[in-house]
DNA sequence: TCTATATTGATAGTAATACTATCTTTTATA
DNA sequence: TATAAAAGATAGTATTACTATCAATATAGA
């Protein structure tokens, strides 16, 4: 049995849908790749029509620019990585273990649970860690916003939220507490291998140090008195 | 009394000190003013120019371009803000009274101390909230990273981790979490201006609930026995 | 199977960006 | 007052970020 994955994304996150013919595909893959080898300022439409075999025009079909494009991968790995947690915490019932299993999957690289076949969850679970806060961190935040282009980031968060208050039901900050890990599952990770300095872990090249931080942070705050 | 804050640059961060020239204070002060007002992505070395009242040329001679300048401007701040933690923690031997200040001022905005002549430090904080994580954010972050550009990011970490150490000796990971709170004081104050979904703050417009938080998360792990 | 429609390919063009080069004038400094 | 350093003025180039147009091709419905 093949099930593939398909995820509904916004309307607005695009010109025309990606997902509904090969030129998308590739063009989605294509992108996670260049943006993956050369970073997001590196990247323009011109590279990766020239990869994908089509035209600049082409690819302007599908998204306005560039940064749409990157909220578009953003949003699908946000979306693709609650499934994941929906997955692997499915008849769960004690809290620990599903934050232990969200913090892995927040901070680790995938071994694939249910292919998807043209995104490399993997290449992009990188991409995230680099380029995933440039998709808000703009002057356009507000715009964006508004057209529920981070929506499945907040879902993210606020399923983690859920869990946390799950857990400790008393706790004030579950939603801050929820994108600190969200975020620093990826910024931790970043640090380790270009930053080591800012933070305690060796030159282990592994994702299990900053677990270990995650979780050990995550459960002194929930397990500890007020103060 | 008036006394001047002079901040030492690395010489790598510029190809000419503009520190020492009124042209080249003029860029770092208006490149402060453009920057907050449009954001980085719209900043160009032609429009700065212009408001500066001389030509793209005359920028360039300054600074390589506009990343360059912006690890500069960061490098200040991160530079600045460490001696505001010096000055504001100096003489306080309780740990906890430091680690608090410590936290008011990564996270509140500034009421100037020691003024500096052409550097707005209100705006410069707004701007490096929004934009400071892009310094490094890059695929040169190492070649960078191995120009010591931003060795003051660092050493304020390394500060902060100092002072944790200094309220729990046996604590383990003292420098990750110093990056996070120091991450964390300007990603929830952004969140909760433009995303505030992420985050447990109502709408109220000061950063006392971003204090609060990181008070409290910070004090929950360093009080808490070992999970 | 024919035909209308949507999609793609090919090409061209424009304004803005990110620079580099050169030459002249002004300013500081010894 | 001579000299060097800094700034001003101007020009030019390659690349980026688009928009527009028209022909070729695939597809889907009648």
């Known amino acids: 049995m093949e099930i593939e994955l398909q995820i509904k994304m916004n309307e607005k996150l695009f010109l025309r849908n990606p997902e509904q013919s090969e030129l998308g595909k590739k063009i989605i893959m294509h992108s996670i790749r260049l943006i993956h080898k050369n970073g997001f300022e590196a990247f323009t439409f011109k590279k990766l029509a020239e990869e994908v075999g089509t035209t600049e025009a082409g690819v302007y079909r599908y998204f306005e620019n560039k940064h749409r494009l990157l909220i578009y991968i ?36 995938v071994k694939e649970g249910v292919q998807t076949s043209y995104v490399d969850a993997n290449l992009l679970h990188q991409i995230i860690i680099t380029e995933g806060s440039k998709t808000y961190l703009t002057k356009r935040v507000s715009e964006d916003n508004n057209d529920k282009l981070f929506k499945p980031y907040k879902d993210l968060c606020a399923h983690i939220a859920q869990v946390i208050l799950e857990y400790n039901p008393n706790y004030r900050y579950p939603k801050s507490l929820a994108s600190t890990i969200i975020e620093m599952a990826h910024f931790q990770n970043f640090f380790k291998d270009h930053l080591p300095s800012l933070t305690d872990f060796g030159d282990k090249k592994d994702e299990s140090d900053t677990v270990a931080f995650l979780e050990d942070m995550l459960f002194r705050v929930l397990n500890c008195h007020e103060n």
Do not use: G, R
């Open 74 to 109: 953003a949003a699908w790995y946000w979306a693709w990585l609650e499934y994941q947690v929906m997955y692997q915490t499915n008849n769960i019932h004690d809290p620990v273990v599903k934050l232990k299993m969200i913090i892995k999957l927040l901070a680790t690289t």
